[in-house]
Structures are given as structure tokens and as C-alpha cells.
């Protein structure tokens, strides 16, 4: 069964410093997956995806998140945060297609504070 | 122009009561969704429509009863409504592309709090 793990529920860097949210996933076939942030009191937007093309997936908002079989995790980065950053992030992994859906399965998001 | 919306966006009622939550999205996709999304930020589908017809149901209480009356539209009838219904409410919708993934649009969410 498909599932995603986020290594941190709350997540504080400095503006300007480097940001870091863990995921981690479990899939027994080649996974797709994805990171939404949610801002608050916002419906959710995708960042970023993978769906087994380049390892390195770039995204909106100077966002990239790094796809490690290996490890089997797809941590999101930015190299720079920015106050606007702020809000919650979710990993997410595609489940089994089925019946023309394709069912998301979520983390538990991390929530990313960023401090002036 | 909002692509997916959601009447209301705040929900105040009392235990027992029976409520509905209306969506909508404008973008033309066929494939429209419920998910619940409790106090901890956890969430979790609930239904899926495919050009107006279930093909998603997961473990919920039959008091929940979607309703799709167009692929634009689908509508969340809640009955007797419990404490632990509380939650925010999201619809989506996204087009439906054989085994491919095409991005799933949320709504603002609605707020349910259940007194």
C-alpha cells in the first residue's frame, strides 16, 4: 500500500535561510508524488510533481523537491525562504489507479514558520 | 474567475441538525471530489464523482450523501450532524486521463463547526 511520512510537524527557519521539509514514502510500484501547500484559510495548490521523469523536480515559488529511490524519499527544498512561505505543506503520494481515479494519499503536513 | 468555489465557507449549527455544502467549478473537468480535513490538518477523500456518477466511496457514515446534479456541481448533504463532523470540508476537481495524473483543483474549504 502507498503511504507518506512527514518527518516534521512544525518546521521554523529564518527569512533568507535555507528551508528543508522531510518526506518519506512507501509504495510498492513506482510512485508518483507530489507537494501542496495550503495557506491559511486557503484551498491547496500543487507545487511540484514527480511521475518518474527527471529525479530533480522543479516547482512554483523557487521550490524543488528531489525524488531518492534509495532513500525512498522526495524532501521538498528552497534554497531562500521568503516571509510569504509561510503555511502548511503536504507530501503526497498517488495511490492505485482504479475505475478512472486517481486517489491522493496525504501526509500529516508540516507547518513552516518563517521568522523575520 | 474563481476556478473552485464553495458556499459557505463558514458553517455554525447545532448537534442533529442536517446541512448542505455546495461546490462548483468552472474549469470543465469531469471528475469532481470531497475531502475532510480534521483538526490535526489530516486529510482524507471522502467521495468522487466521474461525470456525475460515484465512483469513489470510502468509509463514511451514510448520513454524508453527495449529490452531483451536473459535472460542475457537487453538493454535500450532511444529516444529523455530529460533534466529531467538525471539520473543514475542500471539493476538487481534476480531468480524468485514463491511468495519467492530471492536478486536482481545491476549493477555499468550508468550515463546519458543530456545536
Known amino acids: 500500500a502507498q503511504s507518506v511520512t512527514q518527518l516534521d510537524s512544525h518546521v521554523s527557519v529564518s527569512e533568507g535561510t535555507p528551508v528543508l521539509l522531510r518526506c518519506n514514502y512507501s509504495?510498492?510500484?513506482?510512485?508518483?508524488l507530489f507537494w501542496y501547500v495550503q495557506h491559511p484559510n486557503k484551498g491547496l495548490q500543487l507545487l511540484l510533481k514527480y511521475t518518474s521523469a527527471a529525479t530533480l523536480v522543479k516547482g512554483i515559488n523557487g521550490f524543488e523537491a528531489e525524488f531518492k529511490k534509495s532513500e525512498t524519499s522526495f524532501h521538498l527544498t528552497k534554497p531562500s525562504a521568503h516571509m510569504s512561505d509561510a503555511a502548511e505543506y503536504f507530501c503526497v503520494v498517488r495511490g492505485p489507479y482504479s475505475g478512472g481515479y486517481n486517489k491522493l494519499i496525504f501526509g500529516a503536513g508540516t507547518r513552516l514558520a518563517v521568522h523575520p | 474567475d474563481t476556478a473552485v468555489s464553495q458556499t459557505p465557507k463558514y458553517l455554525v449549527t447545532q448537534m442533529g441538525n442536517d446541512k448542505s455544502i455546495k461546490c462548483e467549478q468552472n474549469?470543465?473537468?469531469?471528475?469532481m471530489y470531497w475531502y475532510k480535513q480534521d483538526s490535526k490538518k489530516f486529510l482524507k477523500i471522502m467521495f468522487s464523482?466521474?461525470?456525475?456518477?460515484?465512483?469513489i466511496n470510502e468509509t463514511v457514515p451514510n448520513r454524508f450523501s453527495p449529490k452531483s446534479p451536473d459535472k460542475a456541481h457537487l453538493n454535500l448533504h450532511i444529516n444529523s450532524l455530529e460533534l466529531g463532523d467538525s471539520a473543514v470540508y475542500f471539493c476538487?476537481?481534476?480531468?480524468?486521463?485514463?491511468?495519467?495524473?492530471?492536478?486536482?483543483?481545491f476549493g477555499p474549504g468550508t468550515r463546519l463547526t458543530v456545536l
Open positions: 464523482y466521474n461525470n456525475k456518477e460515484l465512483i
Open positions: 509504495s510498492s510500484y513506482s510512485p508518483s
Open positions: 476538487a476537481s481534476s480531468q480524468a486521463s485514463g491511468d495519467s495524473y492530471n492536478e486536482q483543483f
Open positions: 474549469l470543465g473537468h469531469d471528475t
